[in-house]
């Protein structure tokens, strides 16, 4: 069968792999011309941790062991299992974390709540103040700006994938093929729509009236730390965004700072294979969303990151904003048929990076 990809991010990559690895033919459609895809403005986490209980949990370990088969195949993807520190610093944040790790399924999630001098063992870089964290082994990092790179040429490497860059595709042309704006038509049995935030060409049609939003985050990388991190870390404002913390004791959290709760901003902070630092994020729902970055937020979660660590961190050498599909609805993400041939599949939010094996895999199956 031949089947044709539209949509080069992550999601996207998996379909390709999924499809690859059944032994179908791949040509590969990507709106951007460059080399990388949109999957570099990414932390890279397989994060596990914070996923609700149920459907979503299920699909994040199952992309967590998939992951872990990737990075066994593909080494370029950078896979490694480090875990992460969720860092709790008020009695508040303390009492959710307590009635989380109390959960019968905080085993089958990894986790483990530690004190002050345990959080140091694991992670002898934490030197802040704090009272406990919480410790997931099953989250996990990819390097995400060599993803895309490492996989393609994996991809290709079976010789059953062609991969396409800078080609919108504008209508379907029966079979069901497709036009890409350069009038070329592409032939296959099977279409699937990948195309993330991207609600244009073809796209545009089929997602117009889907329970979709489009979300916009800031993040930022430092030089390289001159000491190892040996998990990626998350602040106790994570505790308010995750459904995996949504227990009674959450409502006891006292409001974020001023400038936390304008951004929807929570610290994630991950060590790149380089020693640099992938921090962040802010997000914004409203559209249009605005055309620059607030420095505000950098300034707040990079002085959160320091307090953690207690150090000063090493010169910002990049900044940028992206934008990802959200589903609205209580789906994990948007998979439809709106044409015979034809699956759209997007919508999983922040869970891209860390679902998109597994998404494919249901795809396929």
Request: hydrophobic letters at 40%; aromatic letters at 6%; one cysteine or more.
């Amino acid at each position: 069968m031949r089947v044709i990809i539209v949509g080069g991010g992550i999601l996207g990559l998996m379909q390709a792999r999924s499809a690859v690895r059944r032994g179908h033919e791949v040509v590969h459609l990507e709106r951007e011309a460059g080399t990388r895809g949109a999957s570099v403005r990414n932390f890279g986490l397989v994060w596990v941790s914070g996923r609700a209980t149920g459907p979503e949990l299920d699909l994040a370990l199952s992309a967590r062991q998939l992951w872990e088969e990737i990075g066994r195949d593909v080494p370029g993807v950078g896979f490694r299992a480090n875990g992460s520190l969720t860092v709790l610093r008020t009695p508040a944040e303390l009492a959710v974390a307590q009635e989380v790790c109390a959960r019968p399924d905080a085993a089958e999630r990894g986790l483990r709540l530690l004190e002050a001098d345990e959080v140091r063992r694991v992670n002898p870089a934490v030197r802040g103040e704090l009272l406990a964290a919480v410790l997931c082994e099953r989250d996990a990092a990819v390097e995400s700006r060599q993803v895309p790179q490492a996989l393609r040429d994996a991809l290709a490497a079976t010789g059953r994938y062609r991969w396409l860059p800078g080609r919108e595709v504008r209508e379907l042309s029966g079979g069901p093929s497709v036009v890409d704006h350069l009038g070329v038509r592409h032939d296959a049995d099977l279409v699937v729509q990948c195309t993330g935030a991207a609600h244009t060409g073809l796209s545009g049609t089929h997602l117009s009236a889907a329970p979709l939003r489009r979300v916009r985050l800031q993040m930022m990388q430092t030089a390289p730390l001159d000491e190892p991190l040996t998990t990626s870390l998350a602040d106790g404002d994570s505790l308010r965004y995750y459904p995996a913390w949504q227990t009674p004791a959450l409502a006891a959290l006292p409001p974020q700072a001023p400038v936390a709760a304008a951004g929807k901003m929570q610290l994630l902070l991950v060590q790149r294979l380089d020693g640099s630092l992938t921090i962040g994020d802010t997000h914004e729902y409203a559209e249009p969303f605005a055309f620059d970055v607030d420095e505000r937020y950098y300034d707040y979660v990079r002085a959160v990151a320091e307090q953690l660590l207690g150090r000063t961190l090493p010169p910002i050498v990049r900044r940028w904003a992206g934008v990802y599909s959200q589903t609205t609805d209580d789906a994990i993400y948007h998979r439809a048929q709106p044409a015979p041939g034809v699956t759209v599949v997007t919508g999983p939010g922040g869970r891209g990076m860390t679902l998109s094996p597994a998404i494919a895999e249901e795809t396929f199956a």
